[in-house]
């Protein structure tokens, strides 16, 4: 999406608009229940302007798009102000006015997304409609019985079953708080925080540049979960520095593009992937974050092996000791992020209160930080430039990730309501033979295409609702099923033909993509491993409840992993990388036979 328009009128509008967004969804939490039917229509009305008319780069898209976002407030609020009486209808349209409402919110849901994301997402969802509108014309195993028109439409667009279901109350509820809560301290000095954090950490050590980019993502992508944002913010930092120390630039920008890849399994948020999980697994958001940190940190463990084996080949040096932050910037500016992390975790872990409102009291904490700036001084001009920038971006990204929601929950409702996602699980069983790791395949390569065309929590979503029933009949855990999913879903980010981390990276840089795409699968190995390591070793999920056994399987496929990492990328000849790959997968699957 593209910054504000100019003009006072324009400027007051938009701020006013995005306040109101922001306020809503914190108003929300604070306020005790509200009827799905009433809070998710909400939603949508204030996402719209943001989706359709504010990221318009044409004039004539900005008339369309005013066109479409007046529409479908209209429908979104007619759905709120009538949701008693729909309640009554049980998805069953009833009149020509609800049609035209059921249209139109449909139409707007697809349009919303197909500019926000691009194609891909809005075809799958328009296809999903087709095959429930026709699907009864289809012969034999993959067609379905027929659903009437009212009642397809109605389920889809006035009861809980549609763009107003469980996924939409995610968004709502939870995902719109924390991505303001990231929008918060992005705005102020938390993110020159993680900068020198990392810097302090790491900079000294061979390689350090690369391992501060390491860090830095990391710790970034812990409140962006996004690949894309990630590379282009840390990256504008990182990038120059490892260049500037001789770093080649194939391995500069892979690094980056791996590192930032990681932001979106980094616990806390895993971008809006952890509280759809929450949804759709029933298990606490505690417990998956529980399950989720081990392999987060082999993820970032592999990475660094990876570019210790680098810096040996190309004498990668650390960052000299006058561009290295001074003790007292870290201290300080660690605090704009520790602050309100620590706000985070007292009120989720001990106080007990939920993920939502422990953010809420969080995105306080940050809004009063945003009032100091690194010299622990305020400035007036700053302090509005903040934010401004806070509920801006907030109301963006919030309106980002509401299109992707609502529109995958069309496709979501429409394998509810024909079947089609009962009958995708089968064909995948008999595809199979009934053996489970055929099945990860298969789900993995689905979770790989599906990944290169629409975002990682829409693919993660589409891909588990028909993958995940067949991976638990075939005997793994909820929880290991679709983190399994989850992981392969980010696949895309860095593996060809279609990699967005590694294309930004390498735009950013000025080197071939397909250099980078090489460079960043031998040194992001763990994102190909990891998943299955999940798999053969279910103890290292179990953290919260037997961390022992937890600890111990995470070491062994840390083993494994290292040394698969280093002789893919060190080893350099047949032999030597193949015993060293060959002994890393060995041990990472002991836990098979064990």
């Known amino acids: 999406m593209n910054t504000l328009p100019q003009g006072r009128w324009s400027v007051a509008f938009w701020l006013t608009l995005a306040l109101g967004l922001v306020g809503y969804h914190l108003a929300l939490i604070f306020s005790g229940l509200v009827p799905n039917l009433i809070s998710r229509p909400l939603h949508m009305a204030f996402i719209l302007p943001f989706a359709l008319v504010l990221g318009a780069t044409t004039r004539a898209g900005r008339i369309s798009g005013s066109v479409l976002a007046v529409l479908g407030v209209a429908a979104a609020l007619w759905v709120a102000f009538n949701s008693d009486a729909l309640g009554d209808q049980y998805g069953f349209l009833e009149g020509p006015l609800q049609r035209v409402v059921a249209v139109v919110l449909l139409v707007v849901v697809l349009e919303t997304a197909r500019r926000a994301i691009g194609w891909p997402l809005p075809l799958v969802a328009g296809s999903a409609l087709l095959y429930g509108l026709y699907g009864q014309y289809i012969p034999g195993q993959f067609g379905h019985s027929g659903t009437p028109l009212d009642s397809f439409l109605g389920t889809l667009t006035i009861a809980e079953g549609g763009i107003w279901g469980t996924l939409t109350g995610v968004s709502v509820g939870v995902v719109s708080i924390f991505v303001i809560f990231g929008a918060v301290l992005n705005a102020g000095e938390a993110g020159q925080g993680f900068m020198n954090v990392a810097a302090a950490a790491a900079g000294s050590l061979k390689g350090g540049a690369a391992k501060v980019s390491v860090i830095s993502s990391a710790l970034f992508g812990s409140i962006s979960g996004s690949a894309s944002a990630n590379v282009a913010s840390t990256g504008a930092i990182t990038l120059p ?5 001789g770093y080649p630039k194939r391995l500069a920008a892979a690094v980056e593009a791996v590192a930032s890849s990681g932001g979106q399994i980094m616990p806390p948020l895993m971008g809006a992937g952890a509280f759809v999980m929450v949804e759709l697994t029933g298990v606490p958001y505690t417990a ?4 989720a ?9 592999a990475v660094w092996v990876g570019i210790n084996a680098y810096a040996r080949r190309y004498d990668l040096k650390g960052v000299e000791a006058k561009d290295r932050p001074a003790r007292r910037d870290v201290i300080i500016t660690s605090l704009f992020f520790l602050v309100p992390f620590s706000v985070l975790l007292w009120s989720m872990f001990v106080v007990k209160f939920t993920p939502e409102y422990s953010a809420a009291l969080a995105i306080l904490a940050g809004v009063v930080l945003l009032f100091f700036n690194a010299d622990l001084k305020s400035d ?11 509920v801006l971006n907030a109301a963006k990204q919030v309106s980002m990730i509401a299109a992707i ?3 995958a929950s069309i496709i979501i409702g429409v394998l509810s309501i024909t079947g089609l996602g009962v009958k995708i699980t089968s064909l995948i069983l008999e595809g199979s033979g009934g053996l489970l790791w055929p099945s990860l395949l298969l789900t993995a390569l689905a979770c790989l295409v599906l990944g290169m065309e629409v975002p990682t929590t829409a693919a993660y979503v589409i891909c588990v609702s028909v993958a995940g029933p067949a991976l638990t009949q075939l005997g793994l855990e909820p929880l290991q099923a679709h983190l399994f999913v989850f992981w392969f879903a980010l696949l895309s980010t860095i593996t060809p033909p279609v990699c967005g981390a590694v294309f930004i990276a390498a735009g950013m840089i000025g080197e071939s993509w397909i ?3 090489l460079t960043a699968m031998a040194l992001g190995i763990g994102l190909y491993i990891i998943p299955l390591g999940m798999i053969a070793n279910p103890d290292m999920l179990r953290l919260a409840t037997a961390p022992l056994e937890a600890i111990v399987a995470m070491l062994r496929v840390a083993v494994g992993l290292s040394l698969i990492s280093y002789g893919l990328i060190s080893a350099r000849k047949v032999v030597p990388t193949g015993v060293m790959v060959a002994g890393g997968l060995a041990v990472v699957f002991s ?3 064990i």
Not at 241 to 245: C, E, I, N, V
Not at 381 to 389: C, P
């Open 405 to 407: 929601i609502l529109c």
């Open 515 to 517: 250099k980078v795409a």
């Open 293 to 301: 940190i081990l392999p987060a940190f082999l993820y970032f463990l």
């Open 380 to 390: 007036p001009a700053q302090i509005y430039q903040r934010l401004t920038s806070a």
């Open 241 to 245: 520095a490892m260049t500037k120390l």
């Open 591 to 593: 836990g098979l036979v």
């Open 288 to 291: 998956i974050m529980a399950a």
